[in-house]
């Protein structure tokens, strides 16, 4: 994991991104990441995260995030297209 990291900083330094955005844009997914595994939980993240839950509020709001909206994402259905049949509805369609 840390030659990946290493990679990606090297990466994101040559592309000519600055230290801070570097920083922001790795606690962004870093936060986002917790969040997605808790199902948008914002207290058990923040405890995962070993801060306060008005601090991961404050940095939500300092990315500009908003919770409700990616909590709304990823509670929609994917297109029927997009989901795999269940073996009951194959064989109730033959």
Do not use: C
Request: hydrophobic share 35%.
């Amino acid at each position: 994991m840390k030659t990946q990291l290493e990679n990606l900083t090297l990466q994101m330094y040559k592309s000519g991104l600055r230290y801070s955005e570097g920083l922001r844009e790795f606690q962004k997914v870093f936060v986002l990441t917790v969040l997605r595994e808790h199902k948008w939980n914002q207290f058990q993240a923040a405890k995962k995260l070993g801060m306060h839950r008005n601090t991961l509020r404050r940095l939500l709001r300092d990315f500009q995030l908003d919770i409700k909206s990616l909590r709304a994402a990823a509670r929609r259905r994917p297109p029927d297209t997009a989901r795999p049949l269940l073996l009951e509805k194959k064989e109730r369609a033959r």
